[in-house]
């Protein structure tokens, strides 16, 4: 799946662990901060990930 970053317009796919990492997110398992370290994203794209997401569903 692919998310287009909103302020640049930078085409970003959705790390390969992505699923799993925001179900631990959603359960509370880890935090955010890990999350975002664990994906190796930056913290604004791993929001704007989040919330492309969870409009999907």
Not at 32 to 53: P, V
């Amino acid at each position: 799946m692919d998310f287009i970053c909103k302020l640049s317009q930078t085409k970003i796919d959705f790390p390969k662990d992505c699923e799993d990492v925001y179900n631990k997110y959603k359960m509370r398992e880890i935090t955010g901060s890990t999350a975002i370290e664990l994906l190796d994203l930056k913290r604004n794209t791993f929001y704007e990930l989040k919330k492309d997401w969870e409009n999907n569903d």
